[in-house]
């Protein structure tokens, strides 16, 4: 068995020994300033703990993992093109730092690299895998274009919401824990069953990300606290709030987010009181609890030994809870 | 076996029965207002000629054909971004017709549209097709990023210049060859001898297009004649002709790909005056044989019986003698 931390040593240690071609230096470049800034890291360790849970070997599912993060590191790069993004992980994103030719063709080729990487999986379950990546990576597009419509929509509910943030959040966490169980060779019935689980953790830890966007601490958040609030992004709290709202509240809420003239902290506190009264947070956080309850649910009906499961369970930890 | 004409049914029909899903519509309608946009359909052709020359059924390499043409799709929906173009065979390009976020995402969705087909293939094969896809998908990027490097180079060799071809264009045509010929059963040997093959139409298919640029009828090119000096891109014949101009003429040249207040069809007469003066044209030509030669002196070689191998000295003979 493995602790989360030797996982998460695995999983860098993994990163960093990506290896690139010299030439054309212009087109590896941005791959790697990308893949260096960090971040979580969450998707390949979750499919190195898939992987220990049902096998010794947890290395089984390493070029799986790095496939998964190279693929969610291109996400990124094309995502902040289309959001017009200044910054990533503290530094420049790369249409800023190269331009926007430059985060297109290397975007382009970390999606090739990704299936590069996930080829490398053992022959045997080489076609299992390919179907789920395929299904995974077109769900996380459609998720992103969903996202994208939703901006000039004014008709978004939550069951819409809901499922955007599972396509453009959850299959990728969601395949990333199926395939690693393929990789450890999991039976179908416990694979398909990781990947339900990633579905449960993907919802929860998007609805948690919301709640902290505005609620977070701005020493242990990492981003902007008020972000999604300043650019109207429809996410569950608004939703909610637009559905629930008393009327004087309502149309508050929606001259707030109409008007272009408000004060930026102004406008979050007076966005952030309304929420307050309709207790959107809390409605979040019974949602988020669902799902928690669902992903430790599926843990706890997989027949492998407790011990297996440890590292999953630190993640669901650290994913669903992480402001406590 | 199976004529040209034949083959080429198959593949429009084939390309005309792809299903997308309905939803999201702004991510699929790009991609099927790209692919109905047709084309010449060189390369799944290519595939399914290089199929049929080992196999009694053609239909074998159906699904990788049609990867190929999607992935070629998606190189010209990103590449009409990078290049700012406003038209592609005869309609308003997709960036222009939606927007950039809309090409850049429905291009990214192609790539995995296009991994989804070439994974349909028999699996005891999947491996192998998977590491020539992969190695031709990854090499087209690299020759995108050197076209782009040479915009703003100023050294830029024929070898260089061969090398770029080679990958932006060449090694599409020589994995749907390779590829078509795996599907089809060739052996090892024989499906190596069809990426060379592929090499060869592939150099000798640009440099073609390369004289037709500027030498070519417009009323059967298709493109208007001339945009490459226009715009001063870097070909085999300008760098030939910055090669080997005597030394007025050169100056001359070089005023011309500098200055910014030539009347077009001026600077077009004069650039053509000074290559053939140098005779880039003859020189191309010369290059072009030696490539068609290498192309057929393959097709020879190979074991087959000769009217299994007619569709794809048909196809030799329409993209390498196309002004003839």
Chains 1, 2 share one sequence.
């Not at 071609?21 to 941005?30: D, R």
């Not at 609805?207 to 966007?213: E, H």
């Amino acid at each position: 068995m493995y602790t989360l931390d030797e996982l998460a040593g695995m999983t860098e240690g993994s990163v960093q020994s990506l290896l690139f071609p010299e030439e054309p230096l212009k087109l590896y470049l941005p791959i790697k300033y990308t893949l260096e800034a960090g971040g979580k890291r969450i998707r390949p360790l979750i499919a190195l703990a898939s992987c220990g849970m049902f096998n010794d070997d947890a290395t089984q599912a390493v070029n799986i993992a790095m496939g998964i993060e190279v693929f969610h590191n291109f996400t990124l790069l094309h995502d902040d093109i289309m959001d017009n993004a200044d910054i990533r992980r503290g530094r420049p994103t790369v249409h800023k730092t190269w331009d926007n030719n430059t985060a297109i063709l290397s975007g382009d080729a970390m999606i090739i690299y990704a299936y590069e990487l996930i080829s490398k999986c053992e022959p045997v379950i080489l076609g299992r895998i390919l179907n789920i990546f395929n299904s995974v990576a077109m769900g996380v597009c459609q998720g992103q274009q969903y996202d994208m419509d939703f901006e000039t929509s004014d008709k978004v509910t939550i069951p819409d919401y809901m499922e955007m943030i599972r396509l453009k959040t959850a299959v990728l966490l969601a395949g990333a824990a199926q395939m690693g169980a393929v990789a450890g060779g999991a039976s179908d019935e416990n694979s398909q069953k990781m990947y339900d689980f990633g579905i449960a953790l993907g919802l929860g830890f998007q609805l948690q990300d919301d709640i902290l966007d505005t609620y977070g601490d701005p020493a242990t958040f990492g981003k902007n606290i008020g972000g999604d609030i300043d650019c109207n992004k429809k996410t569950f709290l608004l939703i909610k709030a637009l559905e629930t709202a008393v009327k004087e509240d309502k149309k508050k809420l929606v001259s707030l987010i109409n008007g272009r003239n408000h004060d930026k902290n102004e406008k979050f506190q007076s966005v952030k009181e309304i929420y307050d009264r309709c207790g959107v947070k809390e409605a979040a956080r019974a949602e988020i609890g669902k799902y928690h309850n669902q992903a430790v649910a599926i843990l706890d009906s997989i027949g492998v030994p407790e011990e297996k499961k440890s590292a999953m369970r630190e993640v669901v930890k650290i994913l669903i809870k992480r402001d406590r």
